[in-house]
């Protein structure tokens, strides 16, 4: 509990807001990020929802474990399209089949293809 009281904290300081704006931003009482600050209650999922919807740079996976980074950037932009995979499936020099093949993208996504039955 202690990192992502650090990490809000750390939000605050990047968003350059006090406690109760932050509070205020989220739509939560000012007395529960006091609370949550000083170390005297945990965050609940609804807060924790809360915080990742109000801010698009936050990530809820560095929110909650600390993985990725802050600000959060998209890798990829929302008008690039995935580029297209070839789906013919052929016959191998040895007699295998392609059962599936697996197409990993760099924003973390994949898309499987499997063979149909003949």
């Given at each position: ?16 807001l006090s406690a109760s704006s ?55 932009l929302p008008d690039q399209k ?37």
């Amino acid at each position: 509990m202690e990192n992502i009281v650090k990490r809000i904290e750390k939000m605050l300081d990047y968003y350059e807001l006090s406690a109760s704006s932050f509070a205020d931003k989220i739509n939560v009482p000012r007395s529960s990020i006091s609370h949550l600050l000083k170390g005297r209650n945990k965050p609940s999922l609804e807060f924790v929802m809360k915080v990742v919807e109000a801010f698009s740079e936050v990530n809820l996976y560095w929110l909650l474990y600390g993985k990725g980074t802050f600000p959060y950037k998209e890798t990829t932009l929302p008008d690039q399209k995935k580029p297209p995979v070839e789906t013919k499936i052929e016959k191998t020099a040895h007699n295998k089949h392609s059962q599936k093949v697996i197409v990993l993208y760099s924003d973390g996504t994949f898309e499987e293809y499997h063979q149909k039955p003949s």
